[in-house]
């Protein structure tokens, strides 16, 4: 199993461009969640997705940001515009959905980015 | 709502001292907690866990103890070495969302 799979893994773009992260999570997983960290907030909690429909947005900061899963094996995290304060890196986890908390969680090497 | 608290760091140790960082939580119903450790460069990955009350989680000669009249899922290891220096993230699992602590950052002096 290549575990999830991010890209890019590195991105710097100017202020104002837009930006597309993606994800591709486990095979099987049906749950699917979106990260950022920085080092003034830790890590926060974006969305997350259970059988490809968002359950829970209220952690994405602004209109700005906006998460899609268009079918179970990929999701798109996009920024536009993008602000310099929107640099962190971006991660991805996923896990085997349902009402079990015990179920682990897999992140992604996560996709960091800078906006000048 | 659920939440998690960590001692804040970072954590400075030498070779071979013995770690404790502490975790606590405040949750409705019987979660599940965990441990997650962070190197450098790369995402969070699974250290260890425990799903109900006094169980022991256990991995590479850490541990957690589930404490339930405590609150507490603190995490130990007897002996520490350089290339633990990371950050550990302590987290509660209940219905569908993970939540995790702000992490505490280990370094490891040899």
């Known amino acids: 199993d290549a575990g999830v799979i991010q890209s890019p893994r590195h991105e710097v773009t100017e202020m104002g461009q837009e930006v597309t992260l993606r994800c591709k999570p486990i095979s099987g997983h049906n749950s699917l969640f979106w990260y950022r960290q920085t080092m003034m907030r830790g890590l926060e909690l974006l969305i997350y997705?259970?059988?490809?429909?968002?359950?829970?947005d209220s952690g994405m900061p602004e209109d700005r940001f906006s998460a899609k899963m268009p079918n179970a094996s990929f999701s798109t995290l996009k920024i536009q515009p993008s602000e310099p304060r929107d640099s962190a890196v971006y991660f991805c986890a996923s896990k085997t959905g349902g009402s079990s908390g015990a179920n682990v969680l897999t992140f992604g090497a996560g996709s960091r980015l800078t906006v000048l | 709502g659920n939440s998690v608290t960590q001692m804040e760091g970072p954590v400075t140790l030498s070779e071979e001292a013995f770690l404790t960082i502490n975790c606590t939580y405040t949750?409705?119903?019987?979660?599940?907690l965990f441990w997650y450790v962070q190197y450098p460069g790369e995402g969070l990955q699974l250290l260890l866990k425990a799903t109900k009350a006094d169980d022991k989680g256990s991995n590479k000669g850490f541990e957690a103890t589930y404490r339930k009249e405590t609150t507490s899922f603190h995490l130990e290891k007897g002996s520490v070495q350089v290339s633990d220096s990371a950050v550990y993230f302590c987290a509660l699992g209940g219905d569908d969302k993970i939540i995790f602590g702000k992490g505490t950052r280990l370094h490891i002096l040899p």
């Open positions: 949750a409705t119903g019987y979660p599940s």
């Open positions: 997705f259970n059988n490809n429909v968002p359950i829970d």
